[in-house]
């Protein structure tokens, strides 16, 4: 009788040994989709966000810039969140730096000209 209980609890601990294999196993192809899913969609994501912000720091009075709205314009001035475009004449407009699409040239680069 004892011999058959030792029995029955190893074969039982054998089993939930086997299943813990299993589960890892299972687990296995969603780790690998999140590891591709990361590599790339999340990872290029941050690298071009990481520049975006870097552009936008260096952002300086004289700068011509375009906007995400596709509004040409030329920085007149440069605060915390915010700076100061002319886009004609003696039309200005303030709008968010997040706003800035690319810079199309800077002030040094015109001086070199």
Avoid: C, W
Wanted: proline share 2%.
């Amino acid at each position: 009788m004892i011999l058959i209980s030792m029995l029955h609890s190893l074969q039982q601990s054998g089993q939930a040994s086997g299943q813990d294999g299993n589960f890892l196993t299972a687990l296995i192809p969603f780790i690998l989709v999140f590891v591709i899913f990361y590599l790339l969609i999340i990872r290029p994501s941050r690298t071009r966000q990481k520049k975006h912000q870097q552009m936008v720091e260096q952002l300086k009075a004289g700068d011509k810039v375009i906007t995400s709205g596709g509004i040409y314009g030329t920085v007149m001035g440069v605060q915390k969140n915010k700076l100061e475009l002319k886009i004609s004449g003696n039309v200005k407009i303030d709008l968010s730096k997040n706003a800035i699409a690319s810079i199309l040239s800077s002030k040094k680069e015109e001086e070199k000209k």
